[in-house]
């Protein structure tokens, strides 16, 4: 993998990070990539969701979910 044209504040700070954690560079970037392509995007996750609610049948709204969610927090 070849990434031209990053900026040199933000290649500084990403060297920076590699060496607060006692890794090269590439060792820091290889680990994000393996980390970033782990988890799925958004647009992943929302295919998903829409599928789940789809086979469900799920009718709870947003304003529905986050009560319950608050109401657990109490």
């Known amino acids: 993998?070849?990434?031209r044209d990053i900026p040199d504040d933000a290649r500084d700070?990403?060297?920076a990070r590699a060496s607060a954690t006692g890794?090269?560079?590439q060792e820091y970037l290889?680990?994000?990539l393996i980390e970033l392509a782990s988890r799925?995007?958004?647009e992943v996750?929302?295919?998903r969701v829409r599928h789940r609610?789809?086979?469900t049948g799920s009718t709870l709204s947003a304003d529905a979910i986050l009560g319950h969610r608050d109401a657990d927090r109490r």
């Open 40 to 42: 799925p995007d958004a």
């Open 30 to 32: 290889k680990s994000q």
């Open 53 to 55: 609610k789809e086979r």
């Open 45 to 47: 996750m929302l295919a």
């Open 1 to 3: 993998i070849t990434i």
């Open 13 to 15: 700070e990403l060297a």
């Open 23 to 25: 890794r090269s560079l």
